[in-house]
């Protein structure tokens, strides 16, 4: 099946617009199905925090996307860095291409996203999924984030519902809620490759955690289905790789080596197998060292909390916010 039949288009129609806006038609230009579209993907793997960020290019124009950026952060002495993110604004100027969108799979956990700094120097529009509202509820109060703090994804510039389109130039992009991992994860499907972000991991790396608050491990293998009914063909990118077994970083698979070999949920493993998995090895995971500054600048869409009285801006630590089932 291809992708355009299973989201009920024609060929060569798509659907462009945006949660918050207009909805609009349009004919595709190339009249190709969509997964027949292969967009020029480049990953830009961040050592400190496992993570790897996209360029998405379209590959009838220059227009790219910015999946998952990084901020670097030396948290014991309270400096950000931009090295991980100039490496990427450094191939947006060598290739001259033009920012479109700054997608972030989720409210991540283990980095602080560099989208805001990216869309100062090269423009685009931050995206994120709706329940982005879920997630600053939970953690706005966790933070004690105060009324400034609006709880309504208006820091983002869209926010995506399941199925929600967007193009990328003459590229089409659509998006699929997989929950599970948290309640605001996304998989954004560009022509014939899928960003999972912390859905699936390589396949010897099995899947992401669901025990942050509002994660649940049923809810992540059934968004896992999801992205294991596209075709075989599409292209798998991960948002982290550890290197299992000490082999080198990795970050492509494809649906079918991921319904075959991965090694949580590959040969068929049922939900009731994968909670119990999940569940266990959930509970032998500590906290991620970066969660308590990521979660506060993230659920802001990248940006710092407003500087305070006298000046200054500070990141929190609530004591015993987050339970790490690890030490309890
Ligand atoms: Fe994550």
């Given at each position: 099946?291809?992708?355009?039949?299973?989201?009920?288009?024609?060929?060569?129609?798509?659907?462009?617009?945006k949660y918050l806006g207009?909805?609009?038609?349009?004919?595709?230009?190339?009249?190709?199905?969509?997964?027949?579209?292969?967009?020029?993907?480049?990953?830009?793997?961040?050592?400190?925090?496992?993570?790897?960020?996209?360029?998405?290019?379209?590959?009838?124009?220059?227009?790219?996307?910015?999946?998952?950026?990084?901020?670097?952060?030396?948290?014991?002495?309270?400096?950000?860095?931009?090295?991980?993110?100039?490496?990427?604004?450094?191939?947006?100027?060598?290739?001259?291409?033009?920012?479109?969108w700054?997608?972030?799979?989720?409210?991540?956990?283990?980095?602080?996203?560099?989208?805001?700094?990216?869309?100062?120097?090269?423009?685009?529009q931050i995206g994120i999924?709706?329940?982005?509202?879920?997630?600053?509820?939970?953690?706005?109060?966790?933070?004690?984030?105060?009324?400034?703090?609006?709880?309504?994804g208006?820091?983002f510039d869209v926010l995506f519902?399941?199925?929600s389109?967007y193009?990328?130039?003459?590229?089409?992009?659509?998006?699929?809620?997989?929950?599970?991992?948290?309640?605001?994860?996304?998989?954004?499907?560009?022509?014939?490759?899928?960003?999972?972000?912390?859905?699936?991991?390589?396949?010897?790396?099995?899947?992401?955690?669901?025990?942050?608050?509002?994660?649940?491990?049923?809810?992540?293998?059934?968004?896992?289905?999801?992205?294991?009914?596209?075709?075989?063909?599409?292209?798998?990118?991960?948002?982290?790789?550890?290197?299992?077994?000490?082999?080198?970083?990795?970050?492509?698979?494809?649906?079918?080596?991921?319904?075959?070999?991965?090694?949580?949920?590959?040969?068929?493993?049922?939900?009731?197998?994968?909670?119990?998995?999940?569940?266990?090895?959930?509970?032998?995971?500590?906290?991620?060292?970066?969660?308590?500054?990521?979660?506060?600048?993230?659920?802001?869409?990248?940006?710092?909390?407003?500087?305070?009285?006298?000046?200054?801006?500070?990141?929190?630590?609530?004591?015993?916010?987050?339970?790490?089932?690890?030490?309890?």
């Open positions: 099946m291809t992708v355009s039949a299973m989201i009920g288009l024609g060929t060569g129609e798509v659907l462009m617009g207009e909805v609009i038609f349009l004919k595709m230009p190339s009249g190709k199905h969509l997964d027949q579209i292969i967009p020029q993907v480049e990953g830009f793997f961040h050592a400190a925090s496992n993570t790897i960020s996209y360029v998405v290019k379209d590959p009838s124009s220059n227009a790219c996307a910015v999946i998952d950026s990084v901020l670097d952060l030396d948290y014991a002495s309270g400096t950000i860095g931009y090295t991980h993110a100039d490496a990427i604004l450094d191939y947006i100027e060598q290739h001259q291409l033009a920012v479109q700054l997608i972030e799979t989720h409210v991540h956990a283990d980095h602080l996203s560099a989208a805001p700094y990216i869309q100062q120097e090269r423009g685009g999924a709706q329940q982005i509202v879920e997630v600053q509820e939970e953690f706005g109060k966790m933070f004690n984030a105060g009324t400034e703090f609006q709880r309504d208006s820091q519902k399941d199925g389109q193009m990328i130039g003459e590229l089409l992009a659509y998006v699929i809620h997989t929950p599970g991992h948290t309640p605001a994860c996304m998989t954004h499907v560009i022509g014939d490759a899928a960003f999972v972000g912390d859905t699936l991991f390589m396949p010897d790396g099995g899947t992401a955690r669901a025990d942050f608050p509002g994660g649940d491990a049923g809810q992540l293998y059934r968004s896992i289905q999801k992205i294991l009914s596209l075709p075989d063909e599409t292209r798998i990118f991960v948002c982290h790789d550890y290197s299992p077994g000490g082999r080198e970083v990795a970050w492509q698979t494809s649906v079918a080596e991921e319904r075959a070999k991965n090694i949580h949920i590959g040969h068929g493993a049922s939900e009731a197998e994968f909670v119990a998995m999940r569940t266990k090895r959930d509970a032998t995971l500590a906290m991620p060292t970066l969660i308590m500054p990521s979660i506060q600048v993230n659920m802001r869409a990248g940006h710092m909390p407003a500087s305070e009285p006298g000046g200054g801006v500070y990141l929190k630590v609530p004591i015993s916010g987050l339970k790490s089932k690890k030490s309890s």
